[in-house]
Nanobody, 121 residues
């Protein structure tokens, strides 16, 4: 059962830009933190950027100044604007949400299926 749906990945040349989107495919009682993670071939999944429900952000040093995370709480959607892309940014990008399904649920993690980003040199 898909809970989060990512879009916007693709192939881009180094120096180019992409914008990823991640929307909840179902309703949640409340979504707390949201974030983007990535996994390159042969590597562990790593944090890219996170954003709280209040809009506070955090991002990995490797993407600071190039990537921007934002969210639209009314649409339960999180975005990742990626500029000045480098070949080392090539990975499958996943979004994650910490959310409560109902008012009596505990918070748990929900993950998207991933979207491929490939940056050519």
């Amino acid at each position: 059962q898909v809970q989060l749906v990512e879009s916007g990945g693709g192939l881009v040349q180094a120096g180019g830009s992409l914008r990823l989107s991640c929307a909840a495919s179902r309703s949640f009682f409340r979504i707390n933190g949201m974030g983007w993670y990535r996994q390159a071939p042969g590597k562990q999944r790593e944090l890219v950027a996170t954003i709280t429900s209040g809009g506070s952000t955090n991002c990995a040093d490797s993407v600071k100044g190039r990537f921007t995370i934002s969210r639209d709480n009314a649409k339960n959607t999180v975005y990742l604007q990626m500029n000045s892309l480098k070949p080392e940014d090539t990975a499958v990008y996943y979004c994650k949400a910490d959310a409560l399904a109902t008012s009596w649920s505990i918070s748990r993690e929900y993950w998207g299926q991933g979207t491929q980003v490939t940056v050519s040199s």
